[in-house]
Nanobody
Framework: QVHVVESGGGLVQAGDSLRLSCAAS??????????MGWFRQAPGKEREFVAA????????YYADSVKGRFTISRDSTKNTVYLQMHSLKPEDTAVYYC????????????????WGQGTQVTVSS
């Protein structure tokens, strides 16, 4: 089993930057063997794919809505994945979730084997 914890959310103004962190852990969990991803869900809306990164960190995927503004990265030493967000917009407001899966293709398709509790990001205009 994998325990996933997100952090770094908060209240910011439009145009500001924010970095989210996702720490994954668990007995027998091998961080380097899993793809990681970020999703978000606004009130009354379906969960939306945001970004994903392969287990090796060699390939990244982004939703069109965040491409060019958000960057996903991973640090194997810290077993942590980051989502660096720039030029934030009010429409970015949502609860952001971190997901873990053995296949990056499942993450980009909206799936995930393990999920965190989410961290709130609020962007004011």
């Amino acid at each position: 089993q994998v325990h996933v914890v997100e952090s770094g959310g908060g209240l910011v103004q439009a145009g500001d930057s924010l970095r989210l962190s996702c720490a994954a852990s668990g007995r027998a969990f091998t961080f380097k063997g899993y793809a990681m991803g970020w999703f978000r869900q606004a009130p009354g809306k379906e969960r939306e794919f945001v970004a994903a990164i392969t287990s090796s960190g060699g390939t990244t995927y982004y939703a069109d809505s965040v491409k060019g503004r958000f960057t996903i990265s991973r640090d194997s030493t810290k077993n942590t994945v980051y989502l660096q967000m720039h030029s934030l917009k009010p429409e970015d407001t949502a609860v952001y979730y971190c997901a873990v899966d053995s296949l990056s293709s499942r993450l980009t398709a909206g799936g995930g084997d393990y999920w965190g509790q989410g961290t709130q990001v609020t962007v004011s205009s």
